[in-house]
């Protein structure tokens, strides 16, 4: 009978509760049997009730279950056997509880455990107020909140919902019985509200083994950022000897924070790092740096120094800057970040713009310079800057079925100085195209005829030891007709039902001769043919300081296999060249012209041979020299996760005597895997060997068959919330130097990694990479609810 008067006092008590809630909203119809009745939730959730209409903690109704009760259910009640004091905020068990419900009082003998938001208590006793939710537990252990962290302890004092203090303790952000790292400390206080955990004459244990000691040492205790050292990153390289850092993050807000990053490279001193990130409705950037005052190796200061910012300003207006500068040409060779190869960084923008777009417009000024950095064996001319640049681009679409472009830029060029000396003329040079075509486009066919008009005008002593006029034009008439089909049939590729298309393409390009020799070079540079620059309407790129006269049809087919059920692509092939009915009169300076009728062939492959193994192939072959100008073959095995195997080769011919503006050539193998040697121990790879032979001359240092990039790394994944990583890395820094690096890191879930991260590198250089450790779920408020 007791029982049952607890059980009715408290629905009574819970029903009125309702009932008050429910008066400030809407109160639900009851269901009838012709209306729906309660339908089962697919997860555990907060109420948004309660959350709008929080109850005050002496005010919320408490739910009493035991085997044996005694008392006045208005003071003072003694529950014995299975006994746990339940309320929507949280719940107290044990073998035996006094519970005050004036007071909100609870002494728990024998099996205590306290459930609130997550976290969870145990201990032989306790005494516990759940109004103030302060107290004091003997011996206790914690599972804390959703975040998975572990603490044991001789003494727990409770004083608010979010404060606590654990007297000689042993905490561990580690989610396992047995965590294999963990921090022991004389005290350790908890601050959930302020996300953070003081652990005084704390140190860091890992497999028993003490890795770190501090006085003092600070960690959160969500997933959440929060202010504090981060743990320090170490490595070695030849170029700058031991390098190690000690980062230090603020959490200055919400939405913008700060990291120190005092460096020490035994091979050149001190240096000291920074990184400031911001967000706000209308703007994000940041800013990164470095300083070191005196270089032992060269005596001299060094420093980097970058800010990327966007701005909406409203009304279409908006803003944008990236601004970069190092203080020597040989920085990112001597201080690139372990495990990235930064050293190959050439170009470093400086760049500031205004822009306004809306439905049909778009325009922005800016100025555009650059800081090139020169390698000694391989000296680059530096590009021009633009100072400024503007542009206008107007465009409809679907008006009559016609589609109209129009795009102008204004550009003023400066040549930056090399070595004291200005190599080209500065100039002005105004640009505008007018396009319009007609796109008819139909079920299993497409034509679209074109027609535009491009003009330019220089202003520029380009030819200043001529008697060639400063202001100099051109007019060039552009026509083209792009025409596709589709077709398509049901088949069978490797006995799977299929579908394979045939898409044959012709692209009719129709430029008129006209004389360009007199005009300036300041953007502009000759276009790699592939399948896209085949179905372009200039042979250059960048800039329009030529156009191509062109009388030419570019002939094109594609066929594909797609699975009938799911549309993914099987197997492609196409193929492609370009007809030539007119020689090539316009050239850039120092370019050989094209007197051939017929362009290299392009051919392409790829297939998914099965569900783990794909290829692919892509080749340009010249037909009058009998060889091939350019070649990829590829192909990567994925059997299964955290294994894959991918195999390349790249060859490209170096240019003719006589044609500039090409690329050097290239022979090239790379081989990139990712294995599991056993259950947890995993190697990574990548070796890229160039088979270039060249002789030395006056700009470029004699190369030979080297490596010019080489990782080896061996991950292993530990029995419980760690992951070790030994990486090895080698990589060209200069057409004649290479840098080593050799790194290690001691992954702990829950508080973070020991050492440098390779984890960009990895991703970076080994296609299909996958972590040896899957990221882990998200955990919730309901975690270990009972």
Request: overall charge negative.
């Amino acid at each position: 009978m007791r029982m049952v008067r607890w059980l009715i006092l408290s629905a009574v008590s819970l029903a009125g509760a309702v009932h008050a809630q429910g008066s400030q909203g809407t109160v639900p119809p009851a269901a009838t049997a012709d209306t729906p009745g309660l339908r089962v939730s697919p997860q555990l959730r907060s109420s948004p009730g309660l959350r709008m209409h929080r109850m005050e903690d002496d005010n919320i109704p408490a739910f009493m279950e035991a085997d044996h009760m005694k008392g006045d259910p208005d003071a003072n009640v003694t529950l014995t056997g299975t006994s746990q004091v339940r309320r929507i905020d949280g719940v107290v068990k044990g073998d035996r509880i006094d519970y005050r419900s004036d007071t909100g009082a609870v002494d728990i003998q024998g099996s205590a455990r306290l459930m609130r938001d997550g976290t969870l208590v145990t201990g032989p006793s306790a005494k516990f107020n759940i109004d103030t939710d302060s107290g004091e537990i003997e011996s206790p252990n914690f599972w804390i909140g959703a975040s998975g962290g572990f603490a044991r302890a001789e003494k727990a004092e409770i004083f608010s919902r979010s404060q606590m203090r654990l007297t000689t303790v042993e905490y561990s952000g580690c989610p396992c019985p047995e965590p294999s790292w963990y921090i022991s400390a004389d005290s350790v206080d908890l601050d959930f509200d302020e996300n953070e955990g003081v652990a005084r004459n704390g140190v860091l244990f890992f497999k028993g083994v003490p890795l770190l000691a501090s006085p003092y040492l600070t960690f959160p205790v969500k997933k959440e950022r929060k202010s504090g050292f981060l743990v320090p990153t170490y490595g070695v390289t030849s170029n700058s000897g031991l390098d190690l850092s000690v980062p230090y993050y603020f959490n200055l807000a919400p939405n913008y924070d700060l990291t120190l990053v005092p460096r020490y490279l035994s091979k050149r001193g001190p240096q000291l790092g920074a990184e400031f990130r911001y967000l706000g409705q209308s703007y994000t950037g940041n800013m990164v740096g470095t300083y070191l005052p005196s270089d032992s190796e060269s005596g001299d200061s060094r420093w980097m120094f970058r800010s990327r910012h966007q701005q909406l300003l409203g009304n279409g207006f908006y803003a944008d800057w990236d601004y970069a500068k190092v203080s020597d040409d040989d920085y990112f060779r001597d201080f690139s970040t372990l495990g990235l190869n930064e050293a190959s960084t050439t170009y470093l923008p400086q760049r500031g713009r205004v822009g306004w777009s809306d439905r049909y417009w778009q325009s922005y000024a800016q100025v555009y310079k650059y800081q090139t950095l020169q390698d000694p064996d391989a000296p680059l001319a530096p590009p021009y800057d633009k100072v400024p640049e503007l542009y206008l681009k107007g465009s409809r679409y679907d008006v009559g079925g016609f589609d109209v472009e129009w795009t102008s830029t204004a550009v003023r060029f400066e040549q930056p100085l090399l070595d004291g000396v200005r190599l080209g003329p500065d100039g002005d040079r105004l640009q505008t195209y007018l396009t319009a075509s007609h796109p008819i486009v139909r079920p299993g066919w497409f034509l679209i005829p074109k027609v535009g008009v491009n003009f330019a005008q220089y202003d520029t002593d380009w030819y200043s030891l001529s008697d060639r006029d400063r202001s100099i034009s051109r007019t060039v008439p552009i026509m083209s007709l792009d025409a596709g089909m589709v077709f398509e049939r049901d088949t069978t590729l490797f006995g799977n039902d299929s579908i394979q298309t045939l898409e044959p393409r012709l692209y009719y390009l129709r430029v008129p001769y006209r004389d360009q020799s007199n005009l300036p070079v300041y953007d502009t540079t000759l276009a790699n043919f592939s399948f896209e620059q085949a179905f372009e309407e200039n042979i250059y790129t960048g800039g329009w300081d030529r156009i191509a006269n062109a009388n030419q049809l570019t002939a094109a087919l594609t066929t594909r296999w797609l699975d009938a059920d799911t549309g993914f692509e099987r197997l492609s092939l196409s193929a492609a060249q370009r007809l030539y009915f007119e020689d090539q009169r316009v050239t850039l300076p120092g370019e050989t012209p094209r007197d051939n009728v017929r362009s290299d062939f392009l051919v392409a492959a790829s297939a998914a041979l099965t569900d783990t193994l794909s290829t692919e192939v892509a080749a340009q072959f010249d037909p009058y020299r009998n060889n091939w100008s350019r070649g990829l073959v590829s192909a990567r095995w994925r059997p299964q996760r955290l294994t894959s195997v991918a195999l390349s080769y790249r060859y490209q011919r170096d240019p003719l005597p006589g044609v500039a503006y090409q690329p050097r050539g290239q022979d090239q193998i790379s081989l990139a895997f990712q294995w599991p040697f056993s259950e947890r121990w995993y190697g990574v790879g990548r070796i890229d060997y160039s088979m270039r032979t060249e002789a030395a001359t006056a700009t470029a240092a004699r190369e030979s068959p080297r490596v010019t990039q080489a990782i080896a790394g061996l991950e292993y994944k530990g029995d419980c919330c760690w992951t070790g990583r030994v990486v090895f890395q080698r990589y060209a820094v200069s057409a004649s130097d290479a840098n080593t690096a050799l790194f290690f890191q001691l992954e702990l879930t829950g508080l973070g990694s020991l050492g440098t991260d390779p984890m960009s590198l990895l991703n970076q250089s080994i296609p299909g990479y996958q972590p040896v450790t899957p990221p882990t779920s998200p955990g919730t408020t309901f975690e270990r609810y009972e």
